[in-house]
């Protein structure tokens, strides 16, 4: 099974500075279609999580564009540009490249 | 848009068995696969199991830990799919969600989930 593994677990921004929050896998998850198979989804205090990247690096529909995925094969980053109040929750990177389906353990994000 | 909505959760001695229903909108439904996903309380995502559609022959895998315990189905002519869970432990206590892939395999939909108490 592929393991998932993200640093840091727990992020502190100040509003209007850049945030990274990286995500490793134990197998590469670059598919022979080209793409790599790699979602990020954000869980908001009290909702259920909502799709923000998939495969790597598009940008789900309404997603502001300080948002971006990177990455390739086990190394993938989620940056912020600038991070607003609204971005606090727990950041979950995704591998659905093979059953069973593994997420990180989660990063924390919060306002200093 | 898609909208899910979970329902059946409850509190269920160890050991018993409780049925969860995810109940979807929207024309998509037939064609796409149905995959759960559980929250413990203060603890991360874990992706449970997931039917597929019946292009795909209504396959269904599990995560090892409710293999042979969790069996999930769906009825397509009620836009339904179900998480059966049978021989409960304390350790299935979770929110459970249900959602839907997109064309891509991203979950585009989530329900608002519903939370499993295994207790005695």
């Known amino acids: 099974d592929i393991v998932m593994t993200q640093s840091p677990l727990f992020l502190p921004v100040t509003s209007g500075e850049p945030a990274s929050i990286s995500c490793r896998s134990s197998q590469s998850l670059l598919h022979s279609n080209g793409y790599n198979h790699l979602d990020w989804y954000l869980q908001k205090p009290g909702q259920s999580p909502q799709l923000l990247i998939s495969?790597?690096?598009n940008r789900a529909s309404g997603v502001p564009d300080r948002f971006s995925g990177s990455g390739s094969g086990t190394d993938f980053t989620l940056k912020i540009s600038r991070v607003e109040a609204e971005d606090v929750g727990v950041y979950y990177c995704m591998q659905l490249l093979q059953s069973p389906r593994a997420f990180g353990q989660g990063t924390k994000l919060e306002i200093k | 848009e898609v909208q899910l909505v979970e329902s059946g959760g409850g509190l269920v001695q160890p050991g018993g068995s409780l049925k969860l229903s995810c109940a979807a909108s929207g024309s998509t439904f037939s064609g796409s696969g149905v995959h759960w996903v559980r929250q413990a309380s203060g603890k991360g995502l874990e992706w449970v199991g997931h039917i597929r559609s019946k292009a795909n022959s209504y396959a269904t895998e599990y995560t090892a830990s409710v293999k042979g315990r969790f069996s999930i189905s769906r009825d397509d002519s009620k836009n339904m799919a179900y998480l059966q869970m049978n021989s409960l432990k304390t350790e299935d206590t979770a929110v459970y969600y249900c959602?839907?892939?997109?064309?891509?395999?991203?979950?585009?939909?989530w329900g608002q989930g519903t939370l499993v108490t295994v207790s005695s």
């Open positions: 959602t839907l892939p997109g064309l891509s395999g991203s979950y585009d939909y």
């Open positions: 495969l790597g690096s």
